[in-house]
């Protein structure tokens, strides 16, 4: 066994399931391994800072101090770039260059972080020598003008004046609403990965791009950023009325106070009883209630004043602060209150939840809106918002389709972007007993009900069988000490009768007719005896027991009475553990079958008697067939006629079970014997 168990590691080893122990090395050596060690495939533990990570275009980069490589991504991992990580892999030749691919093939290297690093001095470039490819994929930093911001699938791209073949990549941001539009006609300084991506597999044809992991490593050059916000400033209300050119690209600038903010989207500023909505891309959005001063593209949207392609920065001048105005509900669908920052009350009648929000429902007298709150943590002592409760809320009017949301509702309905979940105070709690709880209580009762119900028919069904269980056991018992008294009295006198008779007899000659007369006679007390016996019997017979089957109860009764010795013998046939019997229909059938095979014993002169019982899913069958002389034919016809009341006895109790009987002499088939076939209807049981 263990000689079969290294076996099968060895094979295991040799088709490259069971790896080596990863051996740690830096980049440079994985770079510089020798082609025969590279071809052993030994697992390498890399440590380094990840300056780029892709996963939906399965590109990713490491670097330490000696050098930068390639990951094959193959599959999400839970890193991102920035972080410090150890990295398992297999280092393969590639196509390209080196890289680092999983232990198995199709499979992502083993990334595992190890925290936050700090980013790499950045090895300064022009942007010809990484479009040429002479740069490395380490770190590196580069200068010059954007002329163009655009998309290529779900990534920003850059294109950098005078340099078009060289294109700047920023991975996930073409998912949001807006790109950073501001960055075009600035100066600025990149810093990212430079790399080869295919621009056709036939022929294989590489381009080099510039991978930049954010906005955060794209610097403005300061005297770009004053140029730009040298511009006019305009007041916030008539940013609607300046007719916008996007390809003259002219600036203005404004000045108000952050109201609300959608990180990679934009903010709401107000100044005074105005309000504006200004996109800005840029990675570092103001705070909340922060003076700021912007500039960007004038316009308007759908009749609301608009800034596209902002930037912006702290204004020290003094600015009054915005306090939320409380307008009549009606106001609130006005042009005026568009965009404002509003204080409104209301009941909540409907919460759930949507991806980084929570919104509710809510009425206020006869007008619904709802309300947008970031997903977050509620402040101490907030209770968790109920429907029901009555509820103040702050937050920004909106009122007309919006760059802030993704959808609007319909004309006539306004909704309000809270900050935080800070602008939201519950007023009073919703009454304990609301339409809700009512219903849980109410369905509660009635499956309590139902339950008592249903316990009270089950305890009736109890109550009942314990009653018949009792009765019957009290009529047993009543039934036991008849018998015993019978015996006691009755069978005792018949025996001591025949006894005198018997004596009697054998005084008196043979062949004189008062010994013939006394033999009579005592033949007569000896059938009453037997008789009185039987009747005993039938007053003693118990039910069947517990998981005991009418053909078990048979077979002891008959084996219990009647033994194979002699010249008769006897055979019982059936299936065990199927077909239990209630007491009255138990009791008839033994009886039945008792005196059938009796009367085969006495007078049949059989050699075998057998005894068959069957049942289906309609019936039962009590078969007794013997081998002997038969029964004449006016026997059977004439029970009641001498020497028969046996048959009789027959016919009266399958009368009372409401089967059917038949005497066949011979049966169908044989020269000769007697069949004795007792048919009992299932539902005939049910009514005894």
Known sequence: MIRGLMVALLLLAGSGYLCAEPVPCTIREALEMPDAELARQEPRVLKGLLTYYEPGHRMAFLQDGTGAIYLQIKNAQAVSAGDEVEVTGIVDPGINGRNLRGLEAGRSPVIRTLGKGRWPEAADATAGEVA???????????????????TAGDRVRLTLEGHPELPVYIPGSARQVHVPGHLQGLRVRISGVPAASPLSTQPPVMQSVLLVPSLEHIGIFPEDRRERFATPEVMLHDLQWI????NLRRFTRVRGVVTMVKPGRGFYLQRGTSSAWVQCAESNPPALNARVECS?????????????DAMWQ????????????????????TDLVHGRLVDLEGVVVENFKSPGEEILILNSGEISFSARLPVGTPPAGLPPVERGSRVRITGVCINRPSPAVDS??????????SRDVGDLAVLARPPFWNTRRLGLLLAGLLVLFSAAGAWVVALKRQVRQQEIVIRRQAVHEDRVRIAREWHDTFEQHFAGLTMQLDAAASVIAPGTLPRQMLERAAEMADHSRAEARQAIWDLRAPEAGEGTSFFEELEKSLRGTWTDEGATRLEIHGMRGVGKLPFPASAHLLRIAHEAVANAHKHSSASVVQVCWSENAE?????????????PPEAIGNASARGHFGLLGLRERAHKLKAKLRIESPPPGQGRGTAVILELPRTSIKDL
């Open 314 to 333: 702290p204004f020290g001048e003094l600015l009054a602060a915005i306090e939320p105005i409380r307008a009549p509900m009606a106001e609130m669908i």
């Open 408 to 417: 609007f509702g319909n004309e006539g309905h306004f909704q309000l972007l």
């Open 619 to 631: 019936a039962f069958e009590l078969l007794i067939e013997d081998d002997g002389k038969g029964i």
């Open 132 to 150: 040429s490819g002479m740069s490395s994929s380490m770190w590196t930093r580069i200068e010059g003008r954007i002329g163009a911001v655009g």
């Open 243 to 246: 007719p916008g050119d996007e």
């Open 296 to 308: 960007g593209i004038p316009g308007g949207y759908h009749g609301a004043g608009m800034l596209r």
